[in-house]
């Protein structure tokens, strides 16, 4: 099985930054993308950020674009989310997410999320 643990999360004012990091652990012979997703209380879970396993390619959601970036160590253990110029409407719990190469029979994981929360 593999385990991840998000960390980082905390209270910060809107225009603040946080640096979030999601911690692999376990073993599985799959090759993993990686993602973030959060999710606010009363709403669904939405995608966030997503990098390739190897860290090259990355993708993000409108709503954070030019504003986070996701980046991955070299041993592709540990996966960031660098949040900048934070808003109210980033308040969430953010989760990380392993992406199975497509075509796989990999399975997902999720860690169990951290708190973002943003005041204005």
């Known amino acids: 099985q593999v385990q991840l643990v998000e960390s980082g999360g905390g209270s910060v004012q809107a225009g603040g930054s946080l640096r979030l990091s999601c911690a692999a652990s376990?073993?599985?012979?799959?090759?993993?993308?990686m993602s973030w997703y959060r999710q606010a209380p009363g709403k669904e879970r939405e995608f966030v950020s997503s990098?390739?396993?190897?860290?090259?390619?990355?993708s993000y959601a409108d709503s954070v674009k030019g504003r986070f970036t996701i980046s991955r160590d070299n041993d592709r253990k540990k996966v960031y989310l660098q949040m900048n110029s934070l808003k109210p409407e980033d308040t969430a719990m953010y989760y990380c997410?392993?992406?199975?190469?497509?075509?796989?029979?990999?399975?997902?994981?999720w860690g169990q999320g951290t708190q973002v929360t943003v005041s204005s």
């Open positions: 990098i390739s396993s190897a860290g090259t390619t990355r």
């Open positions: 376990g073993y599985t012979d799959c090759s993993y993308a």
């Open positions: 997410k392993t992406v199975p190469t497509p075509g796989s029979r990999c399975v997902g994981y």
